[in-house]
């Protein structure tokens, strides 16, 4: 059974970190890049950032130097260090495999962990 477990989420003032986690299990974790979406209110869900099984990370612009993804393949687990967070970065972040995982012809997306950023 398959199952992406975020956590870390929480509220933080603008300018400040939080550090996300994905617990992944009934995967071949190992083997799969692994991606961090975020979906703010109204908004269609957004790619943020990669890592491959291997280590190699690639990000979207908007996020470049201010979050790191990182990957435990011993604990099966992907991370998401933030810093500088802005009030526009609120929202639900998830994470998921790339492509997306697929349950009965359905993408499969975990409850994902809030990150709210005041002003």
């Known amino acids: 059974q398959v199952q992406l477990v975020e956590s870390g989420g929480g509220l933080v003032q603008a300018g400040g970190s939080l550090r996300l986690s994905c617990a992944a299990s009934?995967?071949?974790?190992?083997?799969?890049?692994m991606n961090w979406y975020r979906q703010a209110p109204g908004k269609q869900r957004e790619f943020i950032a990669m890592?491959?099984?291997?280590?190699?990370?690639n990000y979207a612009d908007s996020v470049k130097g201010r979050f790191t993804i990182s990957r435990d393949n011993h604990k099966n687990t992907v991370y998401l260090q933030m810093s500088s967070l802005k009030p526009e970065e609120t929202a639900v972040y998830y994470c998921?495999?790339?492509?997306?995982?697929?349950?009965?012809?359905?993408?499969?997306w975990g409850q994902g962990t809030q990150v709210t950023v005041s002003s």
């Open positions: 890592v491959s099984g291997t280590g190699s990370t």
């Open positions: 998921n495999t790339h492509p997306p995982v697929r349950i009965n012809n359905n993408d499969y």
């Open positions: 009934g995967i071949m974790f190992k083997f799969n890049t």
